[in-house]
Nanobody, 121 residues
Framework: VQLQASGGGLVQAGGSLRLSCAVS????????MGWFRQAPGKEREFVAA????????WYADSVKGRFTISGDNAKNTVYLQMNSLKPEDTAVYLC???????????????WGQGTQVTVSS
């Protein structure tokens, strides 16, 4: 099982980025895909998640209305569209997969390597 995150970069406040997470896993459709982020010196925090089957989504309050998670079953890829970015969104963003679909790290069994997002003021 491999999760490959990409799409991070440097952007000015108010700008947008789209992250991608490619999943090399035939049974991924049974699982929940999530995005987490971790800033230096801070704990890893939940950002958003999507259920492959049915497409249900849920978000952290801090990103609700600005970020959108979506999935492309044909490409086994999950996206995180991030708009109206703020300096406090700066972090390493990691994608994860798991059967339980919660908002904590123990709910996810598999993790990608992360991609850096830096938002300048």
């Amino acid at each position: 099982v491999q999760l490959q995150a990409s799409g991070g970069g440097l952007v000015q406040a108010g700008g947008s980025l789209r992250l991608s997470c490619a999943v090399s896993w035939r049974t991924a459709s049974r699982y929940i895909m999530g995005w987490f982020r971790q800033a230096p010196g801070k704990e890893r925090e939940f950002v958003a998640a999507i259920r492959w089957s049915g497409g249900s989504t849920w978000y952290a309050d801090s990103v609700k209305g600005r970020f959108t998670i979506s999935g492309d079953n044909a490409k086994n890829t999950v996206y995180l569209q991030m708009n109206s970015l703020k300096p406090e969104d700066t972090a390493v963003y990691l994608c994860a997969a798991g059967p339980r679909g919660g908002i904590t790290t123990p709910d996810y069994n598999y993790w990608g390597q992360g991609t850096q997002v830096t938002v300048s003021s």
